[in-house]
């Protein structure tokens, strides 16, 4: 749908999209407000070409870069040199040869993200964006910083952007989808590289918010070519699902392609919802950005435990009216590399203070308390300490304190503490340390 009328220009700026990228094959969902699905780009408009080849290529003759199907055909008959691996190489931070020049992968992979987003700007121009999730076979610290810097030779500067794994890109498509088909687990099987791989959604509904995970798996028996390949499919399934209750299953990916597999469908059919498709995960990033921009009762309701994100609530105990409580600093369900707050606070009479760690996955809430030594004396309630709190890992929570003082009364003397804890099994922490300077979690965001 093209927003046409000039009145509608600026609801434009409340679009969001979501980018599937892999080093095999990218692809574009969008969402316009007031349209309750997105939309996929394809690149035939009469039909549903939707993937992209992650691909580039430079002519022999000339310095013209062409990409996806037209640098696979180019490829084929020798008009270009061809880059491809694009994702993989601008996470190992590679120098790409490409025609006896060599260029930096990252570059190479910012020009195909250019290139691939020019195909979303009849629609929507990528500038007006309000939100843009990238979802990737995996999150890594690498992966993030090669998309970040990727993404920063765009100039979106208007975007809030965001990357995600792919199986969080699954939590995503199904909380946003009509509740009968998630109301029990849901099979997902991708058969788009070589051999299956499947995520299980799954729900607890007894937490609040409903704690959801998806566990991944690879089942290399399954392997495109084989003879009894149905068969093999057959057994893998009924293994898998075994006593669970499966409402729905999703089968994507290229290799399911043909009728070679009818036996295992008739098996899968059987009180189950079965869909075909090959446009989940760009969709599932679609939906991540509306729900982030936009939240609703239905992403405030449930909240993605995957591996990639903190499996705890962190907060810091403080006196409010008399009163002690707890005030949330962390949120279970973010990514690690996204969870950060800052916040001030008093001391009370001794110079300590205590965070609470309450695991949504099972575990004990357990107290730590952070003594900060070397302090000057003062009253109850006259040094106010500036907290900066992140992740260092997954499971390693990271503190940064400040003494700023009580105004001229007691002068700040901006002693500074590290300390981390681990929020993992093993409980192991460090005793704070001075220092002078500190150290800020990476984001995946853009700046002039």
């Not at 028996?221 to 999703?250: H, P, W």
């Not at 435990?305 to 279970?332: F, H, T, W």
């Amino acid at each position: 749908m093209f927003l046409e009328h000039r009145e509608k220009e600026e609801n434009k700026r409340q679009a969001t999209a979501g980018y599937d990228l892999t080093d095999a094959y990218a692809q574009i969902s969008y969402c316009l407000p007031g349209e309750p699905c997105p939309k996929t780009i394809s690149l035939q408009a009469d039909q549903e070409q939707y993937l992209i080849p992650a691909l580039l290529g430079r002519y022999t003759d000339q310095d013209l870069w062409v990409y996806g199907p037209k640098a696979q055909a180019a490829a084929a008959t020798g008009e270009v040199f061809l880059a491809d691996g694009l994702l993989t190489k601008a996470a190992h931070q590679e120098m790409v040869e490409v025609g006896g020049q060599n260029y930096s992968s990252v570059a190479l992979l910012s020009l195909f993200l250019k290139r691939t987003m020019s195909l979303l700007a009849p629609i929507v121009r990528p500038e007006r964006l309000q939100a843009l999730v990238f979802s990737v076979p995996e999150v890594s610290v690498p992966i993030l910083s090669a998309v970040t810097d990727a993404v920063g030779m765009l100039g979106l500067k208007n975007a809030s952007l965001f990357l995600i794994g792919r199986a969080e890109s699954f939590f995503y498509y199904n909380i946003c989808q009509p509740e009968e088909l998630w109301k029990q687990d849901v099979l997902l099987c991708d058969f788009s590289g070589t051999f299956l791989h499947t995520l299980l959604f799954t729900a607890n509904r007894k937490t609040s918010p409903v704690a959801c995970f998806v566990e991944e798996a690879d089942w290399k028996e399954v392997a495109a070519g084989r003879e009894d390949l149905d068969q093999c499919f057959l057994e893998t399934m009924k293994a898998l699902i075994g006593d669970r209750n499966v409402s729905c299953v999703y089968l994507i990916g290229e290799g399911f392609l043909g009728e070679w597999y009818q036996e295992s469908l008739r098996f899968l059919c059987q009180e189950r919802r079965v869909f075909l498709g090959n446009n989940l995960y760009s969709k599932g990033a679609c939906y991540a950005a509306r729900q982030r921009m936009t939240p609703g009762s239905v992403s405030e309701g449930y909240v993605f435990l995957g591996k990639d994100m903190l499996k705890a609530n962190i907060s810091l105990y403080v006196e409010k009216r008399g009163q002690d409580s707890c005030q949330p600093l962390l949120d279970a369900g973010t990514n690690w590399y996204d969870a950060k707050a800052e916040i001030d606070f008093l001391l009370e009479e001794e110079n300590r203070f205590s965070l609470r760690i309450t695991p949504l996955n099972g575990g004990e809430i357990r107290d730590v308390e952070i003594a900060l030594t070397g302090l000057p004396q003062r009253p109850a309630r006259t040094t106010r300490i500036h907290l900066q709190i992140d992740m260092a890992d997954l499971t390693t929570l990271r503190l940064n304190m400040e003494d700023f003082g009580f105004g001229e009364f007691f002068p700040a003397t901006h002693q500074f503490w590290e300390k981390t804890i681990s929020i993992g099994e093993k409980e192991k922490e460090t005793a704070p340390t001075t220092s002078t300077t500190a150290s800020a979690a990476m984001q995946l965001s853009v700046s002039e």
